[in-house]
Structure formats: structure tokens, C-alpha cells
């Protein structure tokens, strides 16, 4: 079982430039769900996406954005990228949908600097 | 939506003795209650998770202990081990998980 992976690790990028994060959720799972990590601070939820819908959104601004595909993997998009966006984005997958679902396993993540 | 703090921010022990972390949450409608460790570097991986027809769960070392009433919910680590230092989150969940600033750990030999 290859739990779940994200792609890249690390990059870099400018203030103003647009980018990508992808995940792939723990097999059998069907839904993802992004977290912003600031160093020495918890995750921040971001957003959640399942049936290739965004189900729940947190406290973010416009520029984040996300999709999901039919083979449950998932994007997230940051565009107009700010200072302050420099983070480890976490992807995180469980099973179901709600109050229900199941423990959320989460990938290495995806450390985002910006220059 | 769900709030939840956690306390406190730093805790050292000694080798051998009890930690205890606190977290308070707002949504009452919260029903799940994870406890992460996060090592350096590391993904956060759950320790052990409690749910709200559950007043307390015990695993060897940890337990949580849950009090639905108060909107409270407490992680206990005894005997505590050099190889227990790492961050430790606590987390809420209605229809998303919501997560606690965090607790560093630090049992010193």
C-alpha cells in the first residue's frame, strides 16, 4: 500500500508566479483534503474535495484552488503567490463523506518557498 | 466553523514521567477526536482517536479522556520516553478536521 503521496517535494517560486501541487490518496480512499503548515504552527485547513466536488473550504482566500479527478487524485492551484504562502502544504485522504468518515492519513507534503 | 486550542505550547519532562496535553474545542457538533505526533521533518501520523459516545481510550502509554460537556478532550502519555519527543496536534472533527496550534514535547534522558 503506497499511503499517500504528493508531488514535489520541495520547490521554490516568486511572488506573483501560479503553482501546483498534486496528491494521490491512500488506496481506497475517496476523499482529500489540503492543509497549510506554517513552521511551528498546526495545519490549517484549506480545503476538501470529494466526488470531485470541493465539499468544505476554510478560511482562505480565492487564489487557492483545487480539483479533484476520477481516480480521486488532487490538485492544488495557488495563484498570485505571496511571501506569506511559504508553508508545507499537507494532502491528507480519508474514506466518506462528513461526520463519518474514517482516520485521515497524511502524505509528507510539499514544501512551497517564496521568493 | 471549528475552533480548537491546545495547551501548552511547550512542555518538558523528565524520562519516566507523565505528560499531559489539554485541548478545548467550539463546535459542539464535533463528534472525533485525533491526537497526531509529528516528528522533525516528518508527516503527522495518528497516535490515538477517541469519539464522542467514548469517554476515554487507553493504548499501553496514552490515553485520551473526553469530556463532552466541558468541550474538552486531554492527551495523557506516562512513562514517558526520549523517543516520545516530537510535536503533538490534537484535532476536532464535525465535517472537517480541525487542528490544534501544536505541543512540543520533551522528555529529557
Known amino acids: 500500500d503506497a499511503g499517500v503521496t504528493q508531488s514535489p517535494t520541495h520547490l521554490i517560486k516568486t511572488r506573483g508566479q501560479q503553482v501546483t501541487l498534486r496528491c494521490s490518496p491512500k488506496?481506497?480512499?475517496?476523499?482529500v483534503s489540503w492543509y497549510q503548515q506554517a513552521l511551528g504552527q498546526g495545519p490549517q485547513f484549506i480545503f476538501q474535495?470529494?466526488?470531485?466536488?470541493e465539499r468544505q473550504r476554510g478560511n482562505f482566500p480565492d487564489r487557492f484552488s483545487g480539483h479533484q479527478f476520477p481516480n480521486y487524485s488532487s490538485e492544488l492551484n495557488v495563484n498570485a503567490l505571496l511571501l506569506g504562502d511559504s508553508a508545507l502544504y499537507l494532502c491528507?485522504?480519508?474514506w466518506g463523506q462528513g461526520r463519518d468518515t474514517g482516520e485521515l492519513f497524511f502524505g509528507e507534503g510539499s514544501r512551497l518557498t517564496v521568493l | 466553523g471549528e475552533n480548537v486550542e491546545q495547551h501548552p505550547s511547550t512542555l518538558s519532562v523528565q524520562e519516566g514521567d507523565s505528560a499531559v496535553i489539554k485541548c478545548t474545542y467550539s463546535d459542539s457538533a464535533s463528534n472525533y477526536f485525533p491526537w497526531y505526533k509529528q516528528e522533525l521533518g516528518k508527516r503527522p501520523q495518528l497516535i490515538i482517536d477517541?469519539?464522542?459516545?467514548?469517554g476515554e481510550k487507553k493504548d499501553q502509554r496514552i490515553a485520551v479522556t473526553l469530556n463532552k460537556t466541558a468541550k474538552h478532550f486531554s492527551l495523557h502519555i506516562t512513562e514517558t520516553q526520549p523517543e516520545d519527543s516530537a510535536v503533538y496536534f490534537c484535532a476536532a472533527r464535525n465535517n472537517d478536521m480541525r487542528f490544534g496550534a501544536g505541543t512540543r514535547l520533551t522528555v529529557k534522558p
Open positions: 491528507a485522504s480519508s
Open positions: 474535495y470529494y466526488e470531485e466536488e
Open positions: 488506496s481506497g480512499h475517496d476523499t
Open positions: 477517541i469519539r464522542s459516545n467514548v
